[in-house]
């Protein structure tokens, strides 16, 4: 199981990212640059900000968007488990 759930609305410029509990209780939400550094710093701040956040238990959330997507799936590989979610497909990576 994940705890907590991040979904990230994926634009060419910038990424809408929410932190909610399984709960469904909003931990933290901010809008950062796309760009690959820009989320690795979003995630180290989230680190210091949230009490008791791991990205290791964290799912990561994101519209399915082709090249924009790109930077966070690399930024989060390896820190949380991302998951583009497309159209009929409603299962998380386990």
């Not at 410029?13 to 796309?34: F, K």
């Amino acid at each position: 199981m994940y705890t907590p759930f991040i979904g990230v609305d994926v634009s060419k410029d910038t990424l809408d990212i929410a932190l909610v509990s399984p709960t469904n209780v909003l931990l933290h939400a901010q809008r950062i640059a796309n760009k690959k550094t820009a989320i690795v710093a979003f995630f180290k701040q989230l680190a210091r900000v949230v009490p008791g956040f791991s990205p290791a238990a964290a799912l990561c959330c994101l519209e399915h968007t082709g090249l924009y997507n790109r930077p966070l799936l690399e930024a989060v590989q390896g820190l949380c488990r991302g998951w583009p979610c497309r159209p009929g497909s409603n299962t998380p990576p386990t």
